[in-house]
């Protein structure tokens, strides 16, 4: 069985920029929650999708948008990057439509945008 | 609006003692309460999930307990390593959401 895995492991880009970041669901998992994490906070829920449909969103803007593909490997694309974006961003999957359905995270993504 | 909290922010213990990690959260309509491990720069690993019904759940050294009426949860571990160092985070769900505690980080000194 095969984990959840994210690309790349980090990232640094220039404020104004568009970032695509990558996750890779665990096997058999239909459901892709997105987080960020500040440094010394904890997660904060993006958004979820679930059989390809976003499936609830915390309070982000709209330039945070994800996708998610018939495999269930799933996108997060963030344009116009400010530098409070910068953060830890994972991904987690799980087997059904809801939140609180047990999540397996990922290794996560660290983005700095300078 | 729900609001976790945990306390104490930072933990420092000898090796070999047992220890409490507090959570506690604002609504008490929740789904589930979860408890996660999370190393320096890395990813969430789940240790133990309990759902609203439940009062424990157990995983070796690791006991979680709920009591949804006073909004709290207390991890316990059991004779401490200095393997358990890390940051601990507990996350309580609802319809759509999911929300996370700031953490503890615990370090056991050997």
């Known amino acids: 069985e095969t984990g959840v895995t994210q690309s790349p492991t980090h990232l640094i880009k220039t404020r104004g920029q568009q970032v695509t970041l990558r996750c890779s669901s665990q096997?058999?998992?239909?459901?892709v929650s997105w987080y960020q994490q500040a440094l010394g906070q904890g997660p904060q829920f993006i958004f979820q999708?679930?059989?390809?449909?976003?499936?609830g969103r915390g309070n982000f803007p709209p330039r945070f948008s994800g996708l998610q593909f018939p495999n269930y490997s799933s996108e997060l694309n963030v344009n116009a990057l400010e530098l409070d974006d910068s953060a830890l961003y994972l991904c987690?999957?799980?087997?059904?439509?809801?939140?609180?359905?047990?999540?397996?995270f990922g290794p996560g993504t660290r983005l700095t945008v300078l | 609006k729900q609001e976790v909290t945990q306390i104490p922010a930072a933990l420092s213990v000898p090796e070999g003692e047992n220890l409490v990690l507090n959570c506690s959260f604002t609504?008490?309509?929740?789904?589930?309460l979860q408890w996660f491990r999370q190393d320096p720069g890395k990813g969430l690993t789940s240790l133990l999930l309990?759902?609203?019904?439940?009062r424990e759940q157990t995983s070796g050294r690791l006991n979680a307990s709920l009591d949804k009426s006073s909004g709290r949860s207390t991890l316990y571990i059991a004779a401490s390593q200095p393997g358990d160092s890390a940051t601990y985070l507990c996350?309580?769900?609802?319809?759509?959401?999911?929300?996370f505690g700031k953490g503890t980080r615990l370090h056991i000194l050997p």
């Open positions: 996350a309580v769900s609802r319809d759509d959401k999911i929300i």
């Open positions: 096997s058999g998992h239909n459901t």
């Open positions: 999708y679930y059989r390809e449909e976003e499936n």
């Open positions: 309990i759902q609203s019904s439940q």
């Open positions: 609504d008490s309509a929740i789904y589930n």
């Open positions: 987690a999957s799980s087997l059904g439509r809801y939140t609180y359905n047990e999540q397996f």
